[in-house]
């Protein structure tokens, strides 16, 4: 018998018919003699629609009110599931944040979690009962309601799995593991059996969509197991336990589980880029502070950063990267800092793609970089901009070329499924 924390996303729980599927797939792992806690999601696009109508009530909102509200989307799903659960004869009961409860910092609409009370909630496991928890949410000190963000029901489940010391958390989306790349893409991409937690955090960070950082990292500090999986499943297939998706564990487990892994584990491609340029900086000591000081201080994440080198007059212009939907804040921030950086002109470029290849084989072989560069000038596709770190790779090329580039490069390291 294992201890097994499962989480729903909000595709799994769109609607009566998904929560009636989720239901009978707990209550298979019920009946194969685990104990179980599920964490839900609110109903796809039911968090936006909510969102939508804070800013309708007022465009300055109070971010306490507005978890108030959108911590709500989750609560129906947990209610409905537990009904669901027990019309088919299960004993099931729902668990709010607050009830647990689930300590956050109050940092409304972003909060932390800082701790969760399982004494209750383990005894309630212990006796039979399905403990159902909304994802998302927790409470503050001072007793309001706190959310965690987009994407925080993963970080719930993977807290809850912590805090009862289950033997694996199972998160179930709308693909069954993790791929070497996008399936949509390369037709010939692959399952993976095992993935280590720094993978899967370089993965989730360069643009695979499959889970988010914060639950990964979270998942790896307290050394938490994670198998991902998928919930549209038929309704008469096997439970997950036979038909696994993608476990994501530490190094150590991995090696004594997969001796002979690739070198590179998956390759991840990101839109969600934009190129900036400044022209004729100043090559003095300070000048590229008083580019960077001012983005980091609004919280601007900068990634990919080039300076050329210095020019006859003592010139040197200054490319990098930030996230798209902060491209129009950066410039902002930096035409207003015009005459303090000394910068001649600012170029933008919207149409571009990060392409990263990802494994810790890189720290034990070279010529990762190499195969990578080669591939793609085999194939005209033009570097813009580089960066790495022990198991990643990533370049910055043109975005109508994202789709070759990662298909080449699938090739190019032996990736393709037979």
Known sequence: MARIVMKFGGTSMAGTERIRRVARIVQRQQAAGHEVAVVVSAMAGETDRLVNFCREANPLYDPAEYDVVVASGEQVTSGLLAMHLQALGCKARSWLGWQLPIHTDDAHSKARIEGIDSEAVLASMASGEIA???????????????????????????????????????????????????????????????????????????????????????????????????????????????????????????????????????????????????????????????????????????????????????????????????????????????DTIGYYRMLANSKVAKISVVGVGMRSHAGVAATMFRALADRGINIQAITTSEIKVSVLIDEDETELAVRVLHTAYEMDAE
Request: aromatic share 4%; charged share 25%.
């Open 132 to 338: 159902v928890i909304p994802g998302f949410q927790g409470v503050s000190d001072k007793g309001r309601v706190t959310t965690l963000g987009r994407g925080g029901s993963d970080t719930s489940a993977v807290a809850v799995a912590a805090a009862v010391k289950a033997d694996r958390c199972d998160i179930y989306t709308d693909v069954d593991g993790v791929y070497t790349t996008d399936p949509r893409i390369v037709a010939k991409a692959r399952k993976l059996k095992n993935v280590t937690y720094e993978e899967m955090l370089e993965l989730a960070s360069v643009g695979s969509k499959v889970l988010q950082t914060r639950s990964v990292s979270l998942a790896m500090k307290e050394g938490v197991r994670v198998q991902v999986l998928s919930s549209f499943i038929d309704d008469d297939a096997p439970a997950a336990d036979t038909i696994p998706g993608t476990m994501i564990v530490s190094d150590e487990e991995l090696e004594g589980l997969d001796m002979e892994r690739q070198l590179i584990t998956g390759i991840a491609a990101d839109k969600n880029e934009a190129k900036i340029t400044l022209t004729r900086i100043s090559d003095r000591p300070g000048a590229v502070a008083a580019i960077f000081g001012p983005l980091a201080a609004a919280n601007i994440n900068v990634d990919m950063i080039i300076q050329n080198i210095a020019k006859d007059k003592g010139e040197t212009d200054v490319t990098f990267t930030v996230p798209l939907a902060d491209l129009a804040r950066a410039q902002a921030l930096l035409e207003e800092r015009k």
